[in-house]
């Protein structure tokens, strides 16, 4: 970590590896969470974590997790304590947040036990917000800035190179960043089977629904739809509903939705 920004903020950076895109069906296989100061790792968990489902017996699609390597690994309820208090009162650091947070969410409700609610900066936010990268995934950030990129897609490798990216970017722009804390509150977990109950009696009842919806801008709007189905479509649940006022079929996915209301 040598050249760091030494005033760069301290951070937990945190990342984790899925079996899947779904966190409602999906679980986590790996964790890491580094707690970094100027530069320099103060404290560090890592963990595989064993899914409870099946995997591929030759590994995982994107990081290559196999069963074997997970045959003596905790179950996410073994850790879950540790992880909260590791994660408590912290500040995040995560390349795209919208993803791990609602895994991180589902785990801890399978375990009878609340996400504790904190800050995040979110290196895929900042980079569209601040930025005008050509992509902003982490694998091309991490080429932009000419860092090592060997054994990406694990979770703490995943992790130090979002630090270092991070960094990158509060040595570009360090007032700028400061201000893009985004708080995990507001990265919405979507209990799917709740939601789809709920949109699926107001089609059967023709009514208009209201929904506060998250771009792909992370911009929050609020849409008065006509919901006319629910299906998936490369892992994700979408809702395809009729907007009056724009006159158009739009789809929206379920787990953009922070809120769903009547429109009675």
Same mark, same amino acid.
């Given at each position: ?15 984790? !590896? +899925?079996?899947? =895109?779904? @966190? ?7 964790i890491? =969470?580094?707690k970094?100061?100027?530069g ?19 590994? %995982?699609? *994107?990081?290559?997790?196999?069963p ?23 500040? %995040? $650091? ?29 290196t %895929?936010?900042?980079?569209?917000? $601040?930025? @005008?990268?050509?992509?902003?995934? %982490? @694998? ?20 130090? =190179? ?7 970017f ?21 209990? +799917? ?15 208009? *629904? ?6 792909? !801008?992370?911009?929050?709007? +609020?849409?008065? *739809? ?5 299906? +998936? ?5 979408? $809702? ?25």
């Amino acid at each position: 970590m040598e050249g760091m920004v030494k005033n760069v903020p301290e951070v937990v950076a945190l990342d984790i !590896e +899925t079996t899947g =895109l779904n @966190s409602e069906e999906d679980r986590i296989v790996e964790i890491a =969470l580094i707690k970094i100061k100027n530069g320099i790792t103060c404290q560090k968990f890592t963990s595989f974590i064993n899914p409870e489902i099946d995997i591929p017996a030759d590994g %995982l699609p *994107i990081n290559k997790i196999k069963p074997s390597m997970l045959k003596y690994a905790p179950f996410f309820r073994d850790i879950a304590a540790q992880l909260s208090r590791f994660i408590t009162g912290e500040v %995040l $650091l995560i390349q795209n947040a919208d993803f791990d947070i609602p895994f991180l969410k589902a785990e801890f409700k399978r375990c009878g036990m609340k996400f504790s609610e904190t800050s995040v900066y979110d290196t %895929l936010y900042i980079a569209k917000k $601040l930025f @005008s990268f050509e992509k902003n995934s %982490l @694998s091309y950030l991490a080429n932009f800035y000419k860092l090592d990129v060997g054994d990406m897609h694990r979770a703490e490798k995943d992790a130090m =190179l979002t630090y270092q990216i991070f960094s990158r970017f509060f040595e570009e722009k360090p007032c700028e960043v400061s201000d893009m804390k985004r708080y995990t509150a507001e990265i919405n977990y979507v209990d +799917t089977a709740m939601v789809i109950k709920y949109i699926e009696q107001a089609m059967k009842n023709g009514r208009e *629904i209201c929904i506060k919806y998250r771009n792909r !801008e992370m911009e929050i709007s +609020t849409r008065y *739809i006509e919901p006319m189905k629910i299906f +998936t479509e490369n892992g994700k649940w979408y $809702l395809e509903g009729f907007c009056p006022i724009k006159n158009v079929n739009r789809k929206f996915r379920l787990d953009k939705i922070l809120e769903v209301i009547d429109n009675i």
